[in-house]
């Protein structure tokens, strides 16, 4: 299974985006799908998950701005993000995982928020 990110970009505090992970294959092993960042000098956290059943879950610091989602026919999960602040500012990987635990790595894709 390979992950393949896209959708990130440069766009105005307010503005919003739509990042996509296209999955090629399918393991037995995964039981969700998330999205993760990480921001110059910080670590890498979970921003929102998606388990095989459609339960979500989001970081408190995007709650009510993204939306994770998924496209079975596709192999595809996206993350809608709306209302984006410079913080939001990041490289965002897409993750398949085992339970709570990545096992499967996209590439990255720079979001780049302007105030």
């Known amino acids: 299974v390979q992950l393949q990110a896209s959708g990130g970009g440069l766009v105005q505090a307010g503005g919003s985006l739509r990042l996509s992970c296209a999955a090629s294959?399918?393991?037995?092993?995964?039981?969700?799908m998330a999205w993760y960042r990480q921001a110059p000098g910080k670590q890498r956290e979970q921003v929102a998950a998606?388990?095989?059943?459609?339960?979500?879950n989001y970081a408190d610091s995007v709650k009510g701005r993204f939306t994770i989602s998924r496209d079975n026919a596709n192999n595809t999960v996206y993350l809608q993000m709306n209302s984006l602040k410079p913080e939001d500012t990041a490289t965002y990987y897409c993750?398949?995982?085992?339970?709570?635990?990545?096992?499967?790595w996209g590439q990255g894709t720079q979001v780049t928020v302007s105030s």
């Open positions: 294959g399918s393991s037995n092993n995964i039981n969700a």
């Open positions: 998606i388990i095989t059943g459609g339960i979500t």
């Open positions: 993750a398949a995982l085992r339970w709570t635990l990545p096992i499967l």
